[in-house]
Structure formats: structure tokens, C-alpha cells
């Protein structure tokens, strides 16, 4: 493993665990917002062990792409990364990210996390 591609899927495992501990702790907006991170970094992991540069954008989707994610796995990308500015900001409905999320949001939003970790890790 590339030792930059080392860095960014630690990392992920670390925004994973942040992920788990908000949802512990019931701040649901927060687990969301880690869980799209996990899944950011660890795509970009991927792409730079197989690629060997750094993509910096936050769309899961084409970093799903361009880490050639399974299909599967690409529709919870999507999924995920429709709710990156709303966990992050919540502007967009007037509605703040602390109200918005709910604990089946972030319990749904961090199982895909994982699972999206996991095949990353594969292919590292």
C-alpha cells in the first residue's frame, strides 16, 4: 500500500469512529456528517493507491466512479453524498443539521460507511 493511501484510509477508520461515537452520544447530524467523511477519504484512498493521485472533490458519486465501486455500493455513494452540505451546513431548508437528523438517519448513514470501508480495504 502506497504510504498516502495508507494516511487517508487511517483516517477514514478515524472519522468512522467519530461517526460511531456521535451517534453514542446522540448529536445524529454529527454521525451523518463523519460518515460521509469515512467514505470520502476512503474512496480517495483507493484512488490513489490505483491511480496514484489525489482527486480533490467531495462527490461520492464520481469518486465512486473513478475508484471503480460496485454498483451497489455507487447508489449508497450517491446516497450518502446528497447529504454532505445539509449535515454540514443545513441552509439549504432552513432547517439546522442538530434537528434534521434523527438516530435512523445516522444509524443507516454509518452501516453504509462501513460497508463502504470494508470493500475499500479490499482493494487497498
Given amino acids: 500500500m502506497k ?10 477508520k478515524a472519522d468512522l469512529r467519530t461517526a460511531r461515537n456521535s451517534l453514542k452520544s446522540k448529536d445524529f447530524y454529527a454521525s ?4 460521509q467523511q469515512a467514505v470520502e477519504k476512503s474512496l480517495k484512498a483507493v484512488i490513489i493507491e490505483k491511480i496514484g493521485e489525489l482527486i480533490k472533490i467531495h462527490d461520492l458519486v464520481i469518486l465512486g466512479r473513478k475508484s471503480a465501486i460496485p454498483d451497489k455500493l455507487s447508489i449508497d455513494c450517491e446516497r450518502l453524498s446528497k447529504i454532505y452540505i445539509d449535515s454540514r451546513y443545513g441552509v439549504i431548508d432552513n432547517e439546522i443539521p442538530a434537528e434534521k437528523f434523527g438516530k435512523k438517519e ?3 448513514f454509518l452501516k453504509i460507511a462501513r460497508s463502504i470501508l470494508k470493500w475499500c480495504e479490499k482493494e487497498i
Avoid: H, I, P, Y
Fill in 106 to 108: 445516522a444509524d443507516e
Fill in 3 to 12: 504510504d498516502e493511501a495508507g494516511k487517508w484510509l487511517k483516517q477514514a
Fill in 32 to 35: 451523518v456528517f463523519w460518515s
